[in-house]
Structures are given as C-alpha cells and as structure tokens.
C-alpha cells in the first residue's frame, strides 16, 4: 500500500507538471492555490472550497529577461515549515509561523509561494550574479468588480500615504481614486480579503491601480535628478525602470490575508512573519514606551510661573510631567532646530544638552524632531552628532515617497541608528512594509491619518468610524503613529479644527482606549501637561499603558462600526472598546485564571453624550464569572480597563 500510493503521488505530481500547473494547500487543508506555469505565470486561491481570485498575473520584466512570461520550469522543491518567532515587542510574545512552501525554479529566475492556514504570499527570487534592473511588474489580481472594499487614496507617488479609508466597489474604484495604499481590503460577501506587502529592500512599495475588477500592483519609477521643494527633496525626472539594485537577491513578498471574520484581520502577523528576522543582535536598549510631546498641544502649558513656549522651562516642565507619570520620553518637535537643513545648530536659548542631563536625572530620555532630507547628504554625520548629544533617538518627518531611494534612504537610517543605539519614528512616510522586524529600533511608522488632523486643514474627517478603521485596516501594516490622548472630547456636533487648543471627535473612553488599542510602541500623551494634571486618574491610565504586550486577543468588532479587545502584560490584563455610534456590549471575564482581580475602568457617562470629556471612572473585584456591561455613546464611544490580580489576603 504505501508502495502505491507513493506510486500515485508521483504520477500527480508529474500529471501537474504535464499539465503545467502545481498544487499548493495550507496545513490545514482549507487553503488551496493552483499554480500556472504555462504562457504566463499566474495563481488561483480558494478559500474554504469558495473561489476568491482567479487567473492572476505574475511577472517582472527584467534586464535579465522576462521573469514570467513563457516560464521555462527547471525544478521544485516544497517543504513544511512550523516554527515559533519572538519579537522584539508587538501585541504577542510569540508568533507561531506556519505554513506549506513551494519554490518553483526557471530558467532565469525562482518564485516561493507559501500557504498559510490563513493567508498566501509570493515573491520572485533571482539567482544570477550582477546588476538587475527591473523595467516593471506584473502584478494584476482579477476580483469580482461587485466585492465591496476599503481604499485609502494615493493621488501620486509623492504624498502623506494618510488618507481616510473609502468604501466603494471594486469596478467603481478607477472612476473616483488613482491609486491606493497598502494595506488594501476587499469584501466578497463572506470574507475579507487583504492585500499587504513586505521585506521591501532595494525596491519600491507597492500601491494599486484598478480596471474594473482588476487589481493592479503599481510602482514609484526610480529618481534620476532630484530637486528641493520647501523642506522635501523629490524626483524632478525619472528613469524608465523601478528599481536597480544587485542581484542575488529576492524581491519583496505580494501576500493576502484571509479573515473570515472582520476581527481576523487586526493586527494579522503575516507581514511580520515575512519581513527579514532583525539585523540587530543586542535589542536590550529599544525600550517602547510611552511619550510626552510637545506640538500637538501648541506647546499650551498653564497655571506656571514662566512663559509656555518652546524654552527650556517649557521643555523641563514637560519632562517634569513624563517623570511623575512614569513615561520614558520626551520628544521635542519643531522649534528646537537653529537650521532644520543640517541638524546642527539650536536655537539661541535652547540647550538640548542640558536638558538631556535634566531628563536623565528624572529618568526620562529626550527624543527630537528633524527633516529627513538632509539625511540624503550626511547622514552619518547627524547620528554621530544626535548621539554625542545624548538623545535616545529621533522622529525623521517629511520623506513623502516610497519610491527604491526613498526605501533605501530608510533603511540605511535604521541601520546607522542602530549602530548608535537610537531609536527611530518615521513620520510623514508610507507604512512599514516589515522593515520594524528586520530593524526593531524603528518602533513608529506614520502612514495614517492621525490626531495630528484635528489642528488644521479645516476638514472634519477624523471621525470615531475612522478610528475604529484603524484598528482593522492600518494595523495590518505594522505599528503606526496616530498620536492619541486628546483631552478636549466632543461627541456630538461644535467640532472643529483649532490649531492652538486642538481637540478631537468621540468621547474620554473612546480616546482612552487606543491606548489599548491602537498598536503604536512610541505612543504618544498629546495633550498639555497642564490638562493631564486636572485630571490625574485618566492619565495615569494612559501613560502607564503598555505598548507592547505578551498576549492580544479581539473578541467582537466590525469595520468601521465598533471593536472590542483585550491585551495583557504580564498578569494584567486591559481591556479596550471603541464604537462610531451606540454601541452596547457585554465582556465576559471568563479569559481569567482563578482568584480575585481589581479592575479600573473608564466608561462613557450617561451624560457623555453631550459632553464628550465627561466619563464614568470604576474600581471593584472581579473574577473569571463576571460579566461587564459595556454601554459606548453616541458620537464615538468607548471603553477602557485595566484588570490586576489583588494580593491574597494573610
């Protein structure tokens, strides 16, 4: 019998390759991908026996040749990986990976693909020694044009990558967006689907374009003259290829995820678990934490005896402020700098070794603002100097591309600031494409339309249903840097952009729980001092927050409608609710060991309604057999708790 049913494998398998084509399941079974080796290189996917895409497109046009079209097959070879990962931080301690692989080698080139239980991804691989040019890629995904999706606009590649999130179909996506960002989802009435990139190096991101119901993967041409404009450097001509680089080398990963249900989605690890391991050897110094920050709340400090502006007294009233809540930084954002091109000068007056040396006595560590074009010239020269300083990192602000220079330009800062133990948040960006597994001292990508929104612009678009997109959406691409903790909350009309004293749409809770929530390593307290003061329970919530976690778990929650989660640190378990509208739940506290526990929370008020900044702060015992009702409010609700195990009685 086994001598048969080997026999009947092998003729499969060559059956498969006659016919020019290669099965590929997940360990599960459940996911099965049809591989196409014929005229043109391409995938079809199902999912739970449901066809999701079909005849997809593959290639890369090459100065090596076509890798794609005609495909001349050489070999395979497939292979069972299950293995565990430990990040350096994130929302679990441990990521179990795996899945089926199969790598089909050509004439001139390789594909791997692998097979989750929940996802699928591929990339091209080139074998030859020299340079490679890569003129374009193929990357065309035919959907049904009646799925229904979520894209986040990109009207060029040179932009904020911060746009709401929209909803429309498919076939009606080209009529209204040029492009759109990664992550992208699509519905087909049973699942959801997302598309996601991912170990990008030496290569553009990928963004897509749209023809009824195809997809298309679309890619920033590589820059050959430069030009400033205002504080950016961006491409004034390019070249007729996208990238240029040195091969061996593999390209970047295309993978879907696979949600049966919208809480599958959040936080989903597969761009995490296909981005290059990290590069970093001793990661003991990346110390994620929460941030005071200065900007947001226009540098507006109160009831003081020196004028609030950007001074030291300012700055050491800051520090002050992250000392007694126990944060681990301060970040200084524009004003500091004497010449924003050279990162060299301060201001008269402003002396950031001196506070340095303040903050260090308090135990807090002193991050700063800066440009990343001149990073473009000197980059080591910056670090070196940043360092000598004693700061414990930077927030590099304004690339606004994703072009291969763009991504080089990123990389090659995470890794001199590594050698100089610094952390680094990028800002004014795309969103990660992995590169915070491969260097974990970059903890903040941007690429979202954050708090910062409600200071300017005059658009009243970051509303609660927004957020609660976050939390399904952007967070499939990695950390980001939304900068909550607005204290002025309005639930329900009167909002407006103010610039000097900000605010921001939904309740106390709702703002509360992204610290629970949003997954942001370097999370920001945006508000003055001076109102967290007022109001010491809040924001030793807040502050004291986690933002790296053992363990995360969604239990309830729909796109743009409400969620509802929980995260736990150690023994402590927090609990974290946000909704667009009214929203009532129950939490059962059954995910609890034995024993009793206190829980703190904090809950919209019966009157939260009306007066957003108004909330309903709770602490009792609780234990595995309690049940919570959770009631969030109008105009964005919200809810937030902390559950600690209370110490046995002698």
Not at 154 to 167: I, M, P, T
Not at 227 to 234: A, F, H, P, Q, V
Not at 282 to 293: G, N, Q
Not at 316 to 324: C, H, M, Q, R
């Amino acid at each position: 019998m086994k001598l048969w049913g080997g026999f009947t494998l092998f003729c499969l398998i060559l059956a498969s390759a006659y016919g020019k084509t290669f099965p590929l399941s997940s360990p599960d079974g459940k996911l099965d991908v049809e591989i196409d080796v014929s005229k043109t290189l391409g995938f079809s996917v199902k999912f739970d026996g449901e066809p999701i895409v079909e005849n997809c497109q593959i290639a890369m046009d090459t100065s090596l040749g076509n890798f794609g079209e005609n495909p001349k097959f050489v070999s395979k070879t497939a292979a069972t990986v299950k293995k565990g990962i430990k990040p350096v931080w994130g929302g679990n301690s441990n990521i179990l990976d795996n899945y089926n692989r199969l790598t089909l080698k050509f004439d001139k080139f390789s594909v791997e693909f692998r097979a989750y239980d929940d996802a699928f991804a591929y990339r091209f691989i080139c074998d030859k020694k020299g340079e490679i040019i890569v003129k374009s890629e193929t990357a065309k995904y035919p959907f049904n044009p009646e799925f229904n999706s979520y894209p986040q606009p990109v009207g060029s590649f040179h932009c904020f990558f911060e746009d709401n999130y929209r909803r429309m179909k498919i076939g009606d996506i080209n009529r209204h967006l040029k492009m759109a960002a990664l992550p992208f989802v699509l519905d087909t009435g049973k699942i959801k689907v997302a598309i996601i990139d991912s170990d990008v190096s030496a290569y553009p991101k990928m963004n897509l374009k749209f023809s009824g119901g195809a997809v298309e993967g679309a890619y920033a041409p590589y820059p050959k003259e430069m030009e400033r404009k205002g504080g950016l450097l961006l491409p004034k001509t390019t070249e007729d290829y996208i990238s240029k680089s040195v091969a061996p080398r593999a390209f970047p990963w295309r993978g879907f995820i696979f949600a049966r249900e919208d809480v599958n989605l959040v936080e989903h690890p597969l761009q995490y678990k296909l981005a290059s391991p990290s590069k970093i050897k001793d990661t003991s110094w990346i110390k994620p934490s929460t941030c005071a920050w200065d900007w947001w709340n226009n540098w507006g400090v109160f009831g003081v005896d020196f004028k609030a502006g950007q001074n030291m007294e300012t700055y050491k009233y800051y520090v002050d402020f992250a000392s007694k809540f126990g944060m681990k930084y301060f970040l200084l954002d524009e004003g500091w700098l004497g010449n924003n091109d050279l990162i060299a000068t301060m201001q008269p007056k402003i002396d950031v070794k001196e506070l340095v040396e303040y903050a260090n006595e308090k135990g807090v560590k002193i991050l700063l603002w800066c440009l990343v074009r001149p990073f473009n010239f000197d980059a080591e020269k910056i670090l070196d100097r940043v360092e000598a300083w004693g700061v414990a990192g930077l927030k590099i602000d304004f690339m606004e591309r994703d072009d291969q220079q763009a991504v080089d330009l990123f990389e090659k800062i995470a890794s001199l600031a590594a050698e100089r133990k610094l952390i680094v948040d990028f800002h004014g960006c795309a969103p990660s494409s992995g590169l915070h597994r491969t260097y974990p001292n970059v903890i903040n990508f941007e690429g979202v339309r954050g708090g910062e929104n409600n200071k300017g612009g005059g658009v009243v678009n970051m509303t609660p249903s927004h957020n609660v997109d976050l939390v399904f959406i952007r967070s499939l691409a990695g950390p980001m840097d939304y900068t909550p903790g607005a204290m002025r909350n309005l639930t329900y009309g009167g909002f407006g952009t103010n610039s000097v004293q900000p605010s921001a749409q939904g309740s106390r809770a709702h703002q509360m729980a992204m610290y629970v929530c949003f997954f942001e390593p370097l999370k920001m307290l945006s508000d003055s001092p001076s109102l967290y003061l007022k109001e010491p329970e809040c924001t030793a919530f807040m502050a004291s927050c986690p933002t790296s976690w053992d363990e995360t778990r969604v239990l309830e929650g729909k796109i743009g409608e409400y969620v509802l989660m929980l995260r736990r640190k150690d023994n402590v378990w927090y609990v974290g609710a946000m909704s667009a509208g009214e929203k009532n739940l129950e939490l059962d506290l059954g995910f609890l060991p034995k024993g009793e526990f206190e829980m703190e929370s904090f809950a919209d008020s019966i009157n939260s309604d009306r007066v957003g900044s108004d909330y309903k702060r709770e602490v009792k015992s609780v234990n595995s057999g309690s049940k919570i009702k959770i009631k969030m409010t109008r105009g964005g609700g919200g809810f937030a708790a902390k559950i600690t195990p209370q110490k046995a009685k002698n």
